[in-house]
């Protein structure tokens, strides 16, 4: 047995409308075409996965269909995007009016470190994305062994 990946990922925003409208403006994210429940918004990502957006005071009511969740200040996403792309989403990023917080370069393999780029969404949560893999040369253990 396997866990395949991430699936869906969820961020928490008050005014859902707006943080929804940023994900597709900016990134390019494709919206589902309704809402999903009175809690929140959908949006695919190249690949399958899933960007929930929720009402915060919403996801913790319980009753729910699904178990409740939530977070209290901001929280943070980072997304993939191919190493040759940098320079080109730095340029987007400005052109959107998007003000970029902090970009890193991150040790890593000799001749590919990977570079980050952090900016908020309208909510304030911590937006990365990030070109090349920081994780790929740090080890791992599976449990058990």
């Keep these: 047995m396997r866990v395949l990946g991430v ?8 005014d859902i409308g707006a943080a ?3 994900y597709a403006g900016v990134l390019g994210l494709a ?12 949006l695919r990502l190249p690949g399958g996965a899933v960007l929930l957006i929720f ?12 178990p409740t969740h ?10 993939a995007i ?3 792309s940098y320079d080109r989403w730095l340029a987007h990023l400005g052109a959107k009016g998007v003000e970029i917080e902090q970009e890193i370069t991150w040790p890593g393999p000799e001749g ?3 570079r980050s780029i952090y900016f908020r969404d309208p909510d304030g949560n911590s937006v990365e994305l990030m070109a090349g893999d920081y994780w790929e040369h740090v080890e791992t253990t599976r449990p058990g062994g």
């Design 55 to 66: 009402d915060p005071e919403r996801s913790i009511r319980r009753g729910r269909a699904v």
């Design 31 to 42: 919206p589902f075409p309704e809402a999903i429940g009175a809690a929140g918004r959908g």
């Design 112 to 114: 590919a470190p990977a």
């Design 7 to 14: 699936h869906e990922t969820v961020l928490y925003a008050a």
């Design 70 to 79: 939530g977070a209290i200040g901001p929280c943070h996403v980072c997304f």
């Design 20 to 22: 929804a409208a940023f």
């Design 82 to 84: 191919p190493p040759e």
